[in-house]
């Protein structure tokens, strides 16, 4: 026998007698006393939430999976993930009518929407963007009063349908009015402010005491910057210490953290201090005399979604570090005095023109993502902290 024929019948009858060890042992003892599987042959275990685990002390909400609306559904998605309630606030999208016949339509649709929200005790935060049929408004024609009748209308349709001023939510006119996604044109910040106060005065007509707020975003450009190079941190003092605290008794603060494309390179700004900082909301609130804030934020997974070569991806544990940073800066705010509460921007914006993934699920793998415990220990802290945690996101998304 030659010495490859020895070593090859050595080898044999080695891993025979383990064998052999084997069962004997596990026969007697029921433990297996095989080495391990080098952990690069393993497969990796799928991302869970413990199935004991609750973001909240409170109940879920009850039958929100046979909701009419989408957003409602959406919620049961994170109720089913956080096995208890996870919000009773919702932000929710809407639009200024251009005229009054499109104002009877738009006001019929709100008013079912604003039902259904009260049936299941979800409170909606509506944000009205200067828009009409999803084209821009041109905010000189808003501060004119052009469409002052169609938003009256608007709100007397509402009112018509059965809904009661306990039912509106919060109504944010004319969000991140320091960006250039809007019409400005040669418009200041003062006549934010008027445009603002003309609205919400509207809507009190037909609901008194109905309650608004704005929402700033902490960059802020000038109306014709549409690359997004020249943002500044600056006051927000000009857009707010016009407006009316009989009609706006809160101020929201909107900011998300930045990744350049692949192709250029560089570090981006996941620094909450630096995106959302609370100085510059609580600035704005000490002007309006009011101690009711909130944050507009959230988290990507993926940017840049709609080119490979431009294509970056943030993965579970920055995401994680991100939102630790945001609740720092809602608990400085709540150490000062201040009422504070964080809107989550948590939908897939993939196929949307940002190209941004913001969610932390599908509805196909809501507790085996990668980052749902991400935003589950998240919902968790904030329930800790005595914060409350607001959402957008929708099914189908």
């Not at 963007?129 to 501060?143: V, Y």
């Not at 445009?195 to 919400?200: A, F, P, Q, R, T």
């Not at 692949?262 to 609130?285: M, V, W």
Request: charged content about 15%; aromatic content about 12%.
């Amino acid at each position: 026998m030659n010495r490859r024929s020895i070593f090859i019948y050595t080898l044999i009858m080695v891993m025979a007698s383990l064998l052999t060890f084997q069962v004997v042992a596990y026969a007697l003892t029921s433990k297996s006393y095989m080495p391990s599987m080098p952990a690069a042959f393993k497969a990796k275990p799928k991302p869970t939430v413990a199935s004991n685990f609750r973001c909240s002390n409170r109940p879920a909400i009850k039958g929100l999976e046979k909701a009419k609306d989408p957003q409602l559904r959406k919620l049961a998605e994170y109720q089913k993930l956080c096995h208890s309630a996870v919000t009773t606030h919702l932000m929710v999208f809407t639009q200024i009518p251009k005229d009054t016949t499109e104002a009877a339509t738009m006001g019929k649709a709100m008013a079912g929407t604003l039902q259904e929200f009260n049936k299941f005790k979800v409170r909606p935060l509506i944000i009205v963007e200067p828009t009409a049929d999803s084209t821009n408004l041109d905010w000189s024609q808003l501060q004119n009063g052009a469409y002052n009748t169609a938003i009256a209308t608007y709100f007397q349709t509402i009112r018509s349908q059965g809904v009661i001023a306990q039912q509106t939510g919060v109504w944010v006119p004319l969000p991140e009015p320091n960006l250039p996604y809007w019409a400005r044109g040669n418009t200041t910040p003062e006549d934010f402010a008027a445009i603002v106060n003309d609205y919400l005065s509207i809507a009190q007509q037909s609901f008194p005491g109905l309650e608004g707020s704005v929402m700033l975003n902490s960059a802020t450009y000038s109306a014709d910057d549409f690359d997004w190079a020249n943002g500044e941190y600056v006051s927000l003092v000009p857009y707010v210490k016009n407006l009316n605290p009989l009609l706006v008794r809160s101020v929201g603060l909107q900011g998300f953290p930045w990744m350049p494309p692949a192709n250029k390179g560089g570090a981006g700004i996941f620094d909450a201090s630096e995106f959302l900082s609370y100085k510059l909301i609580k600035e704005a609130a000490d002007t309006m005399k009011i101690k009711n804030v909130w944050f507009n934020t959230g988290t990507f997974s993926a940017k840049y979604t709609d080119d490979p070569t431009r294509q970056t991806y943030v993965n579970p544990e920055r995401r994680t570090d991100v939102l630790n940073g945001i609740i720092t800066q809602a608990q400085t705010l709540k150490k000062q005095g201040y009422h504070v509460s964080i809107n989550l921007f948590s939908q897939d914006k993939s196929n949307a023109s940002e190209a941004t993934n913001w969610s932390y699920f599908s509805d196909s793998n809501v507790t085996t993502s990668p980052a749902s415990p991400v935003f589950a220990n998240f919902a968790a802290r904030l329930q800790n902290n005595d914060i409350p945690l607001w959402l957008f996101d929708r099914e189908g998304s």
